[in-house]
């Protein structure tokens, strides 16, 4: 997407206006001296903008991270309880944990060996 042309016109650099000689001088004496090329402005440490954010602290960094882990750990054991009781409602023999799940039939028990 190409910038406005308000956007380029705040990314330019000020340049500073000298004086150019011309040869339709009526008066020799009166031109000055040839200028150095425009150069741009210097810049100060207050004109300079930064595009980028603070960094931020160790302590947030470290609360940031612990709060990723955290979140990564809820949802993934929401996740495969959910996982879970969908797959003992769809078979009921699945149900590895006897766990009495609502909706779900209850599982059935292995049948004794007779013989022994």
């Known amino acids: 997407m190409p910038p406005t042309a308000q956007q380029a016109a705040k990314r330019a650099t000020p340049l500073r206006a000298t004086p150019i000689a011309t040869p339709m001088s009526a008066n020799p004496a009166s031109v000055a001296p040839a200028a150095a090329p425009m150069q741009p402005a210097a810049q100060?440490?207050?004109?300079?903008?930064?595009?980028?954010?603070?960094?931020?602290?160790?302590?947030?960094?470290?609360?940031?991270?612990?709060?990723?882990?955290?979140?990564?750990?809820?949802?993934?054991?929401?996740?495969?309880?959910?996982g879970?009781?969908?797959?003992?409602?769809?078979?009921?023999?699945?149900?590895?944990?006897?766990?009495?799940?609502?909706?779900?039939?209850?599982?059935?028990?292995?049948a004794p060996e007779a013989g022994s």
Do not use: H, W
């Not at 879970?84 to 292995?110: H, K, Q, R, T, W």
């Open 44 to 82: 100060t440490a207050s004109s300079v903008v930064s595009s980028e954010p603070a960094r931020p602290s160790k302590a947030k960094q470290g609360r940031t991270l612990l709060y990723y882990v955290a979140g990564y750990i809820i949802s993934a054991t929401v996740g495969l309880s959910i």
């Open 84 to 110: 879970y009781v969908l797959m003992c409602m769809i078979n009921p023999d699945a149900n590895f944990l006897n766990l009495p799940i609502p909706g779900a039939a209850a599982p059935s028990e292995p």
